[in-house]
């Protein structure tokens, strides 16, 4: 299983951007997908998750501001953020837990594949 993230950037608070993260695989609709990110010099932390029968999940802190959805007919995870704050800014990492059941997981030791990462900037 390989992934494939983009669409990170520079953006002004209060802006917009929509993160995709493309899978390889043909088993893709069977897992969950999750995206987490790392703030410099933090733990890499959390950020929302969808199984495959496309519940989601958010942290506290993106909750009403961030969309994680998936289209399996293209293998893709999306991430739409929306009213950004600087606080967001962090490399953002999309991941696969390929583990076929409906349990939630949100550690990163749960996930069995990462994506490079796409940096997100926001400036206030």
């Known amino acids: 299983v390989q992934l494939q993230a983009s669409g990170g950037g520079l953006v002004q608070a209060g802006g917009s951007l929509r993160l995709s993260c493309a899978v390889s695989?043909?088993?893709?609709?069977?897992?969950?997908m999750a995206w987490f990110r790392q703030a410099p010099g933090k733990e890499r932390e959390f950020v929302a998750v969808i199984m495959r029968n496309f519940y989601t999940r958010y942290a506290d802190s993106v909750k009403g501001r961030f969309t994680i959805s998936r289209d399996n007919a293209k293998n893709t995870v999306y991430l739409q953020m929306d009213n950004l704050k600087p606080v967001d800014t962090a490399v953002y990492y999309c991941a696969v837990d390929t583990k076929i059941d409906l349990v939630l997981r949100t550690s990163t030791f749960n996930y069995d594949y990462w994506g490079q990462g796409t940096q997100v900037t926001v400036s206030s």
């Open positions: 695989g043909r088993a893709f609709s069977n897992y969950a």
